[in-house]
């Protein structure tokens, strides 16, 4: 696996800057329109990419799987699935869309099938979650030969292992890898941001968050402190619109937010070489202390602390830096030394 690459001309590293996922997934609610609108939003916002998802409810759940708890929705989760799906000649003209903006187009298939209906449309295929197990699905992902993003919520690490070696044996060798929580929305003690260093340290190749808890700017912000490459935020343009997905999504200024936050981040996370700054040059010169006279001292005169400190030089020359001191003490002036004069090498000897 290649520990960097790229996606439509962003880079995706062991450490970051954040390659930022909008993620639409199927919070269109079956209008074309609204997922034009939401492709519009991920760009306003700073997003380097839009996200997508394409199932078809017979390909998910059986008829009979019943109703799921968490969404207190009485209807059957395969009359959701199918109430959800996104149709197929929408892809061209939203992928248009995110093309007029420079973003990403990404896209999560849920069958085999529609990692061939995609292949055309996206620069990169998400692996949700839920299907980090089905291997005839990322077996089809890894052989269409481009970037490769696995959510692992709801996995241990040896799953993920297992998942990784199915994907690198069928011949995918770009891949990122999200902490996840599988929980809508996923509680602040649960997140786990800290995960995304362990996939890191683990496999070699970049990681990230995707992140489901509600807050918009605290488990990114901490994700790109800790250096994620790809981070992934489900949004919508209200939270009251009908649907699963929207009541746990961030809206479009959440989603902005979200961008200026873990941009200001990466910006004073910095690169983590102890260097000293340009801007630090004016108060290093100002405020380093050097040996310097206090009292006027003659010629072959001792030096002592009654006559020199350590001080701080402000806009006098520079002078002998303070681990001298103890070799000046040691010597005499060679010449007639002014008070406040900053010490050369030249202006002593010893004893």
């Known amino acids: 696996m290649q520990p960097s690459f790229e996606i439509r001309g962003r880079t995706l590293a062991l450490t970051g800057p954040c390659f930022i996922i909008g993620e639409a997934g199927s919070n269109h609610n079956g209008s074309f329109e609204q997922a034009l609108a939401l492709i519009d939003v991920a760009a306003k916002a700073g997003c380097d990419a839009v996200k997508f998802q394409v199932f078809k409810a017979k390909r998910l759940y059986p008829k009979a799987a019943g109703s799921s708890d968490y969404l207190g929705d009485e209807r059957s989760i395969f009359d959701i699935i199918a109430a959800m799906e996104l149709p197929e000649d929408w892809l061209p003209r939203l992928r248009a869309r995110a093309d007029h903006h420079n973003l990403a187009f990404i896209a999560s298939p849920f069958h085999e099938e529609a990692v061939a209906l995609l292949d055309p449309f996206v620069d990169a295929f998400k692996i949700a979650s839920y299907e980090l197990t089905h291997a005839p699905l990322l077996r089809e992902v890894a052989k269409r030969d481009k970037p490769v993003i696995m959510s692992t919520g709801a996995s241990n690490l040896d799953e993920v292992r297992e998942a990784v070696a199915t994907l690198e044996a069928a011949g995918c060798d770009r891949l990122a890898l999200?902490?996840?929580?599988?929980?809508?929305?996923?509680?602040?003690?649960?997140v786990n941001v800290r995960a995304l260093v362990?996939?890191?340290?683990?496999?070699?190749?970049?990681?990230?968050?995707?992140?489901?808890?509600?807050?918009p700017e605290i488990a990114p912000m901490a994700a790109a402190a800790l250096g994620a490459a790809v981070l992934e935020k489900h949004y919508t343009l209200s939270k009251f619109l009908p649907g699963p997905d929207h009541a746990f999504a961030v809206e479009p200024d959440g989603l902005s937010r979200l961008v200026a936050g873990?941009?200001?981040?990466?910006?004073?996370?910095g690169s983590g070489d102890k260097t000293v700054h340009g801007v630090?040059?004016?108060?290093?010169?100002?405020a380093r202390r050097v040996l310097m006279t206090t009292k006027a001292v003659a010629k072959g005169e001792r030096f002592s602390r009654d006559n020199v400190d350590v001080l701080r030089r402000g806009k006098l020359v520079g002078g002998l830096e303070p681990k001298r001191l103890e070799a000046l003490l040691a010597g005499v002036a060679t010449r007639d030394l002014p008070a406040e004069t900053p010490l050369q090498e030249t202006d002593f000897t010893s004893g």
């Not at 929980?183 to 649960?190: I, Q, V």
């Not at 873990?262 to 996370?269: H, P, T």
């Open 280 to 286: 630090e040059d004016e108060l290093r010169a100002f």
């Open 198 to 215: 362990t996939l890191r340290d683990t496999f070699g190749i970049p990681s990230g968050l995707s992140d489901h808890s509600e807050h």
């Open 262 to 269: 873990v941009r200001a981040v990466e910006r004073v996370v």
């Open 178 to 190: 999200m902490q996840c929580t599988a929980a809508y929305p996923t509680p602040p003690e649960a």
